[in-house]
């Protein structure tokens, strides 16, 4: 759990945890501007009374009755956010990468532990870090329950765990899709693999070399996701089977498909997309590809019955999310189809996104 | 969660996640030998229903009327493991770390998730690795339940999250100890910082030059953790307090007496040695300080009321995990003290060993 660094600095990688702990009091070389600074910045995250704010060596999560959902993931600088990311954005992409799944397995948020390797122990970066992921679990209502700090000389990396509750057995599964359904998926699709291409300096950032403020938003898409948590229980009322859009469109759908043991038929002209988005695909300065097979999406795709689709659709309009039927799940096990604007199958040759 | 990488290899960074999924069936560049090398190894130590045989983003944790139990451990190739460790040690130690945690508390082990920093996807590797971790899960009783595996051009490293499970508001918590109860330790003490010093080829590695037996035995005690989850229940019953000794006893002690508004006196002569450890002592090749600052023990630190002592000893023989009664504690806020067997205090200049 976070802890304090005894006498020793994470610079010089002797002592290798910040347990955080109450500040010892007469204890020789055991109180340090580390200890407390991360007590100052990381307790006040630790709102949920099983936090036991951040003193003990583990926290105490209640079931309440409901199961408890589990999802971790790691962010990794210069795999996940750019070496030149704010602290502020980090945190929220290490925090929000999570709740996006818990969102798409209709769970309610309950708390999260990280681990957190940094390479020097930096004041400046560790307080907006902080701050930001502080308000993140305020918005989310997601308290920090625990964590650990640890050295390292490699890149940054940021693994959260994080918790859910759904009543019993209401976990929505990537299995369950059923011929029929609609194929549904909130948000836009596509927005953050173009902005990690602007944030590399690739061909969008060409493209749009004179539109700052959509270059902005794209950019803003990849490093801070929109996670749809206002949706998880239109989610867990009405979805047959559900996950979030964080490797691609196309990959992910064919994982709940192949999960489900069902197909499907995408009609690319249905796809939600952003005005940029919509724009560079217009003019010929990205193909289809880029959009459907990017990574960090995280948006839900969602396998919802026809005849329950108009209620999900009003929960979704009342959540304040917006919701797109883009196609139809059908018998069979072969790869999901991507059908133009001609009804013309387009031959995709990768399904998910690489970032490198 | 545990995932499939997609096309990509970790080696070029180019899919940074293994999502542990079902293999894709007939889709172009989605299976690959990494994706049914993950699922082969560790799909076998998903053994509990709700990780869903790893083939969901998430897993379900039950709290069947229990509280969960929930704590957090990395540990870091140079920091808390060897370049040369092999990975059935680095797999054992990073899951018993948080076994250790789950123990003191009191807890019975639930399940865990993992996230693993690899900078190459290595088979020769990763099954060993797997083969241990599903032996320790089997072992203990904390099946697999998800994780992540991430890219990293840095050290590898592994953060766990460990789930028990304690009837409620039965965890025991580092606060409670109180004036007049018995400072009990598990095991030995001090073994595992000098096997750390032999394996770095320090003066312990000059002293048991002539011992190979000996230095295994303290190389091993640094390298696998032995969590004395045995004793939980005892714990649970009979502790007022309780944590695990990760940072050295003396640091740890001092936690536990802050956390508990307590001070404590500890009869040097009574801290249980291992017969290595002691004779590297009475020859002066090391002194106390390092065996009562040094970390990586993972033992046991209770505070059990004298009234309970007895009972308490008889539950850790039954449970085959030998205690130790090593002093008292005191009203008072001061650091605990250590008393020689002159009764004269030993001056410690620090409370927890430097690693490095």
Redesign the interface.
């Known amino acids: 759990?976070l802890?304090h660094p005894?006498?020793?600095s994470l610079e010089?990688?002797?002592?290798?945890?910040l347990?955080m702990?109450?500040?010892?009091?007469?204890?020789?070389?055991?109180s340090s501007g580390e200890d407390s600074l991360i007590a100052r910045y990381f307790r006040p995250l630790a709102t949920d009374p099983g936090a036991?704010g951040l003193?003990?060596?583990?926290?105490?999560?209640?079931?309440?009755?409901?199961?408890?959902?589990?999802?971790?993931?790691?962010?990794?600088e210069?795999?996940?956010f750019l070496p030149d990311d704010s602290p502020d954005t980090i945190a929220r992409k290490a925090l929000r990468v999570n709740l996006s799944?818990?969102a798409?397995?209709g769970?309610v948020p309950a708390g999260f532990?990280?681990?957190l390797?940094l390479r020097t122990q930096d004041d400046g970066w560790l307080a907006p870090f902080a701050r930001a992921l502080g308000e993140d679990a305020g918005l989310f209502g997601c308290p920090l329950?625990?964590?650990?700090t640890?050295?390292?000389?490699?890149?940054v990396?940021i693994?959260v765990?994080a918790?859910?509750r759904?009543p019993p057995g209401k976990?929505v599964?990537?299995?369950g899709a059923k011929p029929g359904d609609r194929i549904v998926v909130t948000g836009t699709i596509g927005d953050a693999a173009l902005g990690l291409d602007i944030l590399k300096g690739g061909a969008v950032a060409t493209a749009l070399a004179q539109d700052a403020a959509a270059s902005r938003m794209l950019a803003g898409r990849y490093r801070v996701p929109q996670p749809r948590n206002a949706l998880a229980q239109a989610v867990r009322d009405h979805a047959h089977a559900a996950?979030?859009v964080?490797?691609?469109l196309a990959?992910d759908l064919?994982?709940l498909c192949?999960?489900s043991q069902v197909s499907a038929v995408i009609d690319i002209k249905s796809i939600p997309l952003s005005a940029a988005a919509a724009e560079l695909l217009a003019r010929g300065a990205v193909g289809i590809e880029t959009i459907v097979s990017g990574g960090d999406d995280y948006e839900i795709l969602c396998a919802i019955p026809e005849a329950g689709f108009a209620a999900f659709a009003r929960a979704a309009e009342l959540a304040g999310v917006a919701v797109s039927s883009i196609g139809t799940v059908i018998a069979g096990?072969?790869?999901p189809r991507f059908l133009d604007a001609q009804g013309r199958e387009i031959a995709?040759?990768?399904?998910?996104y690489?970032?490198?």
């Open positions: 759990m802890k005894g006498h020793a010089a990688r002797k002592r290798s945890h347990r702990t109450g500040r010892e009091r007469n204890a020789p070389n055991m036991f003193v003990d060596d583990a926290a105490i999560l209640q079931g309440r009755g409901d199961e408890i959902v589990v999802t971790t993931d790691a962010i990794v210069g795999v996940h799944d818990l798409a397995k769970a532990v990280l681990t390797a329950l625990g964590g650990d640890v050295s390292t000389p490699g890149p990396m693994s765990t918790f859910g759904v976990m599964r990537r299995s996950m979030d964080s490797d691609g990959g064919a994982k192949a999960a096990t072969s790869v995709l040759t990768r399904l998910s690489s970032h490198f």
